[in-house]
């Protein structure tokens, strides 16, 4: 009887056994679900652990990467997402938002993950392609994860492209008929003819997965032909076999959170509504299923194919006690009668400030919304696509009634948004509030389930979230079309707004400040940089106490050339801090300047404690859907789904438990 009256007590204020306890446990963070079919690369660190094992070496982690982005990954027309100089370049959102791409964007990711190893990496310009090299035993390794292949050279090692060239024309002189020539080429390799070429192609334990019988690779457009002409170019050839980098993003990760009245639901299928507006319809249709996806099965992707879609749908809880814990901001707010909320002193008006952010690029949305207003009064709707610094009119509310607000053209290509409603008038209400926002996914990092068992891990937590600054540094560029840096409001002192670029002084900085709901935990900052002197070079400081002192997070030195990414995290946050400033100190006697910028603020949610979660997966059996709910009582649980003959996944859903 004393545990019970004790735990009573603390209602509101404790977690017992991992499930909150009392009301104020309104926020649910980093939910996942692996199966036994898929992978947990919802973050660097998750990639890491899945991937790299102890007593790996270091071509053994060349590989992993390998495996890692031909499995997530497919060729197509690349996003635009117009936040960095070219298109998506970050390996985590190709997993998880896109799932395919061109060489540019592989060659990036490749390098973005064996920076994160600690590596050196680089990119290299040949024939009508692009390719990344990765530095171990003090020479560089080719990991080309955009035409899914690599070579093994007379060490035993992933061969250069250096090295690759070097065979390639050697063996072009040897047979001068066939040089370049790709009808020819294709002819030679049909029957294992490939065989015959080049020692350095069919050497390998994967030559022929890469290769197959007829010298094509398994997605059927690329093979030992095409290889046979990117790697041919004679001495003086303009920029073939150059270095040049591609712009790599890091700093994105899985983090789905969900709040009272919230639903996610991610399809193992597309509805039409891929945002990439330059992809060609033949290959759009490609990735609906698992035709081309050869090499991605043997390394255990079993989705049905590559571009997915989903729904995040939002009844905002507008019972007040409720709706203080899941609002940025709830000022002067009171209970309406009979429902919803309404001014708590009609002499000033009430503002409500609600948060939207994703792990998925958002497509479309709408709000709608239902009120009543007094004579006179109104209910004003306004947009922020920058943290809340500055806010865009939307709608102004005069009548009462239902109307329904479309968002579509504000969020499209946005990961995070606000909207605020400020109420004036004695007597009127907000009295419903439902937000749905439709998404762009890959389906190949989703939790897919098949015919036969099916084991479903779930995990929820650290109980975080994370205000990002992202945008381009190239303003004029995306005018209309996405942020830019600049709409964060830096503080500039001899930097252009142009490229965040060192002035002709020869030296500048530049401040970010960051503002999170809760205590902050880390501050992570990337950026892809050129520094093409010695000299030139950009260092990278944070502040926890309004630019007293700052910290330093790393430098990004030159001479780089065409330019190189770093990626740096700052975890020695003082307690109690909601605020940090990112000082950029840039010196200049050539070129230093920044492609891309990416700032993200970890913070503890301040209403965040897990709760139960109900999960629900629908699929195809023989003509017939059939579903599944489950309800994770814990931050970590583990159950089954049998599925029958002909099992095809079609969506899975969760939301809080009632």
């Given amino acids: 009887m004393a545990y019970r009256n004790l735990v009573k007590s603390l209602a509101g204020a404790v977690t017992l056994l991992g499930v909150a306890v009392g009301a104020r446990a309104q926020v649910v963070s980093h939910l996942n679900v692996v199966s036994d079919k898929s992978e947990d690369v919802s973050s660097p ?53 896109y799932g395919y791409g061109m060489c540019c964007c592989a060659s990036g990711e490749v390098s973005g993950l064996v920076r994160y190893l600690g590596y050196q990496a680089r990119g290299r310009i040949i024939n009508a392609h692009s390719v990344p090299e990765m530095m171990y035993n003090d020479t560089w390794h080719l990991i080309d994860c955009s035409v899914m292949n690599y070579h093994i050279n007379d060490k035993g090692e992933l061969a250069s492209v250096d090295e690759i060239h070097k065979a390639v024309m050697d063996w072009s002189a040897q047979h001068p008929d066939l040089a370049n020539n790709e009808a020819k080429l294709r002819a030679f390799g049909k029957d294992g003819g490939w065989k015959n070429g080049p020692a350095l192609m069919a050497r390998g334990p994967r030559a022929e997965e890469f ?38 993003s890091m700093g994105y990760q899985l983090n789905v959170q969900l709040r ?99 792990s998925y690029v958002y497509v479309m949305g709408e709000a709608a919304i239902a009120a009543n207003v007094a004579q006179g009064g109104s209910i004003t709707v306004l947009f922020s696509e920058n943290n809340g610094m500055d806010w865009k009119p939307v709608a102004k509310i005069d009548k009462s009634g239902e109307q329904k607000l479309a968002l579509t053209d504000l969020i499209k290509r946005r990961y995070d948004y606000q909207l605020k409603f400020e109420l004036v008038g004695a007597g009127t209400s907000l009295t419903s509030l439902k937000t749905t926002n439709d998404f762009q996914c ?85 950026s892809t940089f050129r520094a093409r002197d010695a ?80 999960i629900t997966y629908a699929w195809d059996e023989n003509g017939q859907t059939k ?19 002909k099992a095809r996944v079609k969506s899975y859903t969760m939301e809080l438990a009632q």
């Fill in 45 to 97: 660190e998750a990639w890491k652990k899945t991937y790299i094992k102890d007593g790996m070496g270091d071509q053994d982690k060349a590989i992993a990467v390998f495996n890692t982005l031909v499995r997530y990954r497919q060729q197509a027309a690349p996003p635009q997402e117009d936040l960095q100089l070219g298109c998506v370049h970050d390996p985590l959102k190709t997993i998880h938002v």
């Fill in 442 to 526: 890959s389906q190949a990092a989703l939790p897919t389930i098949a015919e036969g068992k099916n084991t479903i891990n779930f995990s929820a937590g650290p109980q975080e979230g994370t205000i990002t600054l992202e945008g381009s540094t190239n303003a004029a560029e995306v005018k209309g079309k996405q942020i830019a840096m600049m709409d964060y409001h830096p503080k500039l002192t001899g930097l252009n707004p142009h490229l965040l670029g060192v002035g002709d002084s020869g030296s500048g900085e530049g401040i970010f400040t960051v503002k999170t709901p809760g205590d902050m935990t880390r501050v992570r900052v990337n």
């Fill in 627 to 645: 579903t599944n709910e489950y309800v994770a009582q814990a931050p970590q649980a583990t159950y089954t789904i049998a599925c029958g003959p």
């Fill in 260 to 358: 009272p009245g919230e639903k996610i639901t991610r399809n193992f299928f597309s509805r039409g509504i891929q945002y990439t507006n330059n992809m060609a319809q033949g290959d759009y249709n490609s990735m609906q299923d698992r035709k081309v996806l050869g090499i991605q099965t043997k390394l255990g992707d079993r989705a049905p194919g590559r571009v997915g879609d989903g729904t995040f749908q939002w009844n905002v809880p507008l019972k007040l006690d409720t709706l203080k814990t899941v609002a940025l901001t709830a000022d002067n707010l009171g209970a309406g009668a009979p429902a919803g909320v309404t001014l708590a002193d009609a002499a000033k008006p009430a503002v409500l400030v609600l948060r939207f952010p994703s």
């Fill in 535 to 614: 000299k030139d070079q950009y260092t990278v400081q944070v502040s926890f106490d309004g630019g007293k002192t700052f910290t330093e997070a790393g430098k990004m030195v030159g001479p780089t050339g065409s330019g190189s990414s770093k990626y740096m995290v700052v975890d020695n946050v003082p307690a109690g801090v909601k605020e940090a400033q990112v000082k950029l100190i840039g010196q200049q006697r050539n070129t230093a300047c920044l492609f891309s910028l990416r700032i993200d603020a970890d913070y503890k949610e301040p209403a965040g404690v897990f709760r139960p979660v109900k």
């Fill in 211 to 248: 290769f197959g019988k007829d010298g094509t690779n398994t997605a059927g457009w690329h093979g030992w032909h095409s290889n046979m002409q990117e790697y041919y170019w004679k001495p003086g050839k303009a920029d073939l076999g150059a270095i040049y980098e591609y712009s790599v």
